[in-house]
């Protein structure tokens, strides 16, 4: 298991080759990762709120539901959507479709663990030090 402070610095040294306008943290999970790395780029800050698992990790839907219609305007931005843990990956997928299709002009995908355009890591039974 990583401790808060070991996944903190992973996220502090970890470089992105490319600049964002924003970065999109996927609720609820995200939110702490996107925020960590928005301290660096400075860039705005936006959730996208979907739901498919219950609190135990247990798929709740057949497929992730948006839970709230976004307030924000990617149109011509470069988003930096922000998962902590991709599993299936059906939610970073319908999350970057979203931002596609409301014109932004660039999506990459950040994984605190599993598959993404980058992620810190890719581990099994991985346990976040945030989640109580």
Request: glycine share 6%; net charge neutral; proline share 7%.
């Amino acid at each position: 298991m990583y401790s808060f402070e070991e996944l903190k610095s992973l996220i502090e040294q970890f470089e992105l080759p490319e600049r964002f306008d924003m970065v999109v943290a996927i609720a609820n999970g995200g939110i702490i990762p996107a925020a960590m790395l928005n301290q660096r780029l400075g860039a705005e800050f936006h959730l996208l709120k979907f739901s498919l698992r219950d609190p135990m990790q247990r798929p709740m839907y057949d497929k992730p539901r948006l839970v709230e219609e976004p307030g924000f305007d990617v149109a011509g931005r470069r988003a930096l959507l922000v998962e902590d843990r991709v599993k299936s990956g059906a939610t970073l997928q319908m999350a970057r479709q979203l931002l596609i299709d409301r014109g932004a002009a660039t999506v990459r995908t950040f994984a605190v663990n599993g598959p993404a355009d980058y992620s810190l890591l890719d581990v099994p039974c991985f346990r976040f030090p945030w989640i109580l």
